[in-house]
């Protein structure tokens, strides 16, 4: 770690924050430490966004909301959600909803390649017209032990891969966010391998869980969600869960994302929720509900073991939990 000038807050263990540090340092409040501040602070001057005006897939929305996605919780409210995110390239704290604003989202060209049968270009205005969108509640659980419940809209990962026509040597599917630093000052610091980049496996892939999130709430995603078009896995934890994404390639090597390239003794390739093992500096058995407060029980699998556990059978000597 040599290279890092002056370290990011996601390098910061809890143990370091003293009570003093976490009530001047906003950053380290909104980092998993003292979230009782969340409230008033994120939701302060919050803002409305007006996105489904002017954008040019607004008649998509509302989508019919899929009766299989439902869940035992409350939803998180939109304000909360939009103001609490993570988006390195926007700023190394929660609240960079306002300098996310100068994502430009349009045109939005995604590249899908690698080994396909067919390598092309499709713009996100196209792609989200020939897939099937629908809403779905999903649990969404971040590493640093705080949860949201999010009706996102989209379209399953399967009929995306379904859609590229994947050659059968593909094993895995890698997604890439766009690289411009001049729009997203994060990016100009020299310790993140940008851009950011995700993997899964092709089985996980194709399970049914994988969406294509294109819209929350009932409009087209809002652009500190990763606008235009994002990836939600909610059986992991939410930094498998790529932003704002320009490229997908299918290949045969298991893609190496960001967060395992900084710190792969924290972050792995799989990062499946299980509440039985510890993140090194967040526990993971229980979880704060963000927009309640309270702390609830973390399930394994983030509660989609029935989904999902299959997936696993046999790869048991692979660091599955981190
Ligand atoms: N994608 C990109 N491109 N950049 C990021 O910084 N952060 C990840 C993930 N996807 C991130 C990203 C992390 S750490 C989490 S927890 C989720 O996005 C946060 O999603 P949310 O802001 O919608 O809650």
């Keep these: 770690m ?16 003293t009570p003093e540090d976490a009530f001047i340092n906003r950053r380290s409040i909104l980092c998993g430490f003292g ?14 966004f007006a996105r489904a005006a002017g ?13 299989s996605y439902v869940i035992d919780r409350d939803l998180t409210p939109e304000e909360i959600n939009e103001t609490y995110n993570n988006f390195y390239e926007f700023g190394s704290h929660k609240q960079i909803w306002k300098a996310a604003q100068n994502l430009v989202i349009r045109p939005w060209d995604i590249e899908v390649g690698g080994l396909i ?14 897939l099937p969108l629908e809403e779905r509640l999903y649990r969404h659980r971040c590493v640093e032990a705080w949860s949201m419940t999010i009706p996102w809209t989209g379209f399953s990962l399967a009929s995306l891969v379904a859609f590229a026509k994947p050659l059968s040597s593909a094993k895995f599917v890698r997604f890439e966010t766009f690289l411009d630093p001049e729009m997203a000052p994060g990016q100009k610091q020299v310790w993140y391998p940008w851009p950011y980049v995700e993997g899964v496996t092709m089985a996980e892939a194709a399970n049914d869980l994988a969406f294509m999130v294109t819209g929350a709430y009932g409009k087209p995603l809002a652009k500190q969600f990763g606008a235009p078009i994002r990836l939600a ?9 790529i932003k704002s994404i320009r490229k997908i390639t299918f290949t045969d090597e298991q893609p190496k ?30 979880e704060k509900v963000l927009h309640t407060g ?5 399930q394994m699998f983030n509660g989609y073991s029935e ?3 299959h997936l696993y059978k046999g790869l048991e000597k692979e660091p599955l939990y981190r």
């Design 233 to 241: 896995l909610p059986w992991k934890y939410g930094f498998k869960s």
């Design 117 to 130: 049968e067919e390598p092309f270009t499709i713009g996100f205005d196209d792609l989200v017209r020939k």
């Design 294 to 298: 309270t702390y609830v029980q973390t």
């Design 2 to 17: 040599a290279h890092i000038q002056s370290r990011p807050n996601w390098l910061i263990s809890e143990a370091e924050v």
């Design 257 to 286: 994302s960001f967060w395992e390239q900084i710190l792969p003794e924290e972050y792995g390739f799989w990062a499946n929720v299980n509440p039985g093992v510890p993140h090194p500096r967040w526990r993971q058995d229980q």
């Design 307 to 309: 989904q999902v556990a």
């Design 55 to 67: 954008d040019p897939t607004a008649d998509l929305y509302p989508a019919k909301r899929n009766g």
């Design 35 to 48: 979230l009782g501040a969340l409230s008033v602070a994120a939701t302060a001057g919050a803002p409305s």
